[in-house]
């Protein structure tokens, strides 16, 4: 087996040999790939694990596909945008319209310069459009507090018993519809956003969302608030997963813990932000309207503001406005090595069963569920806003700088977390007792354990259509957690945690159960960890072919179709 081949076997052209233990492996063309791999695959299974002919079977048949409508390129740094774009095979990645399949060296200065441009249009964008969407989900808080509850005959007064109850189930129901919406809106929508014009998308969207905030002051009942909260919270469901596949079409592996950060440190940015504005709207003391009316007027015109903003924002690197041609090249290529892909607007099934498949998105999914829990509603105070948004932030930096850290730090944000529900839940009630205040703020570290699921569920998968499913599965997460109950919050599983009668026990049903989800998110976090470990120790010991991982980057191929494609951990 000491033999090599320099030719391929279909005598057309001179291939350089790729190096295999005792042998060398050539590339061969795709016409010719389900014939030889299977040959190659008979001579050197000796040498090469079953998996990784499997792995480049389908790889090379994806490839096989798409180059039936390959289009011919022109030079990486001259080319024609709206010729290439027109002629483009809508199967691949858009990056294949503007660089070739080879790598291309790029200038490390210019790269930087691209991605401060990246930053300074694409962060500041998603920060307000997450925060609006944090901020419109609040102010149900804040209305409450300005007579909502009175107006809308959200509470009931049951005067049968003695002495008589109040129940608040109504306003249980409203803020759960916000959770249905959202649930409604999560997969249709982002594919939605997939499919077609990115800009167009959000911006008619985002408009939508803010007059139906704005419609929020002319609702006179229950009924119609529930109406409300429903559609609300379905046109809000394109905001998170947006941004997520955003993130992950314009930012390396590495640097996408940070920018989601960055975004989703909104969430105590808008904490303060929210409470400084219900505060000059309790100043309010004329008016035609209701305090609480005024509050989902102006949330609902900043978010029609928001809207049109959107409309600028292009499909992908590679249409980017802002940046010029060359820098558009830059953009895209620097995003070869991570495998990741940049933008395809097919719908693929193939990807929605891989996706459905996948264990790693089952694991984020349910580390989502475990994680962002009753302890949202926790956000409504100053303090822990602050805090939620300094350590969302320090855990992105920290996984930006440091290799395969995130797994490990969302552990360590765990322990917190279930240390601050421990304290609240066994010391003693009263009036500025210090434990339960302590208790109290450090379980803001529930922020970063959200971020860096969110950063690791999109990090590890690769093509567009898995991608949109990812997002959409952890934010279907999210709104099946969030259904714990809060102070003002009662969403979709919650009012079985927070029960009257236990009070004098410090509602021990409710800490011990953040107790135990916080402990299982612990849990699902290091069997993830084991899962990718073991799967890019697999990956790292097969060859590697730079001319066949170079081509492979562009072609929309998921991760586990991919074999140059490695997880962080």
């Known amino acids: 087996m000491g033999w090599s081949i320099m030719k391929n076997m279909s005598g057309t052209q001179d291939e350089l040999p790729v190096k295999v233990v005792k042998a060398e492996i050539p590339v061969l063309p795709t016409s010719s790939t389900r014939y030889y791999s299977s040959v190659l695959a008979r001579n050197f299974s000796e040498y090469l694990p079953k998996s990784y ?33 027109s002629s483009r095979s809508f199967e691949k990645d858009e990056a294949a319209a503007i660089v ?19 930053d300074l249009f694409s962060i500041p964008l998603m920060w307000i459009g997450y925060g609006l969407v944090y901020y419109d989900k609040a102010i149900l808080g804040g209305a409450v507090l300005f007579g909502m509850t009175k107006d809308l005959k959200l509470s009931v007064v049951d005067r049968s018993t003695t002495p008589p109850t109040t129940s608040t189930q109504r306003l ?3 803020t759960s519809m916000f959770y249905f919406g959202m649930l409604a809106g999560l ?10 014009n990115i800009g167009r998308v959000l911006g008619v969207v985002v408009i939508v969302w803010g007059l139906i905030a704005m419609l929020t002051a002319s609702v006179t009942s229950w009924q119609g608030l529930f109406a409300q909260r429903f559609f609300l919270g379905f046109v809000e469901s394109i905001i998170p997963t947006g941004f997520m596949c955003i993130v992950s079409g314009y930012y390396t592996q590495e640097e996408q813990a940070l920018r989601q950060s960055w975004w989703f440190s909104s969430t105590g ?15 309010i003391e004329g008016g035609s309207l209701k305090r609480w009316q005024y509050i989902y007027l102006l949330a609902g015109a900043l978010t029609v503001l928001f809207g049109c903003v959107c409309f600028v924002i292009p499909n992908s690197a590679v249409s980017a406005w802002f940046l010029s041609s060359e820098e558009r090249v830059v953009a895209v290529e620097r995003l070869r090595k991570g495998q990741t ?35 949202e509603s926790i956000l409504l105070q100053f303090p822990l806003g602050g805090i939620v948004f300094i350590f969302i932030l320090l855990t992105g930096y920290l996984s930006s700088r440091i290799p395969n ?32 205040v302590a208790g109290y703020t450090i379980i803001g570290f529930f922020g970063p354990v959200v971020s860096l699921i969110i950063s690791i569920g999109m990090a590890n998968v690769a093509g567009a259509t898995k991608k949109s499913a990812t997002a959409a599965a952890i934010f279907v997460a999210y709104c099946v957690g969030n259904g714990l109950p809060g102070a003002y919050q009662r969403q979709i599983i919650g009012p079985q945690l927070i029960k009257t009668p236990t ?9 011990l159960g953040l107790i135990i989800c916080y402990c299982i998110v612990i849990v699902l976090a290091i069997v993830l960890y084991v899962v990718l470990w073991r799967e890019n120790k697999k990956r790292g010991a097969l060859p590697i072919n730079e001319a066949e991982r170079d081509s492979f980057a562009f072609k929309d191929l998921t991760d586990k179709e991919n074999p140059y494609f490695r997880y962080v951990l």
């Open 405 to 436: 850290i995130r797994i490990i730090l969302l552990i360590l944000c765990c322990l917190p977390v279930i240390a601050g529900c421990a304290m609240i839940w066994r010391s003693s009630w009263y009036h500025r007792a210090p434990t339960p």
């Open 100 to 118: 070739p399949e080879y790598a291309v060296n790029i200038d490390k200065a210019v790269e930087r310069r691209v991605l401060r441009k990246i």
């Open 269 to 283: 940015g808008w904490t303060i932000i929210g409470g400084a504005l219900n505060y000059g709207f309790a100043q």
């Open 187 to 196: 997969y249709p929508l982002t594919f939605l956003l997939q499919r077609f």
């Open 53 to 85: 002919w499997r792995m480049r079977l389908n790889a090379l048949n994806m490839q096989e596909e798409h180059q039936k409508a390959e289009t011919t390129v022109s030079h990486p740094l001259h080319f024609d945008h709206d010729d290439q774009l």
């Open 172 to 174: 249980s129901w409203a």
């Open 341 to 375: 892909g940049v933008r395809c607007q097919v719908l693929k099934t193939s990807q929605l069963r891989e996706a459905l498949l996948d264990v790693k998105i089952w694991l984020v999914a349910f580390m989502m569920a475990g994680a962002y829990t009753t302890l």
């Open 503 to 511: 009070l004098k026990r410090h509602y021990p049903e409710l800490w």
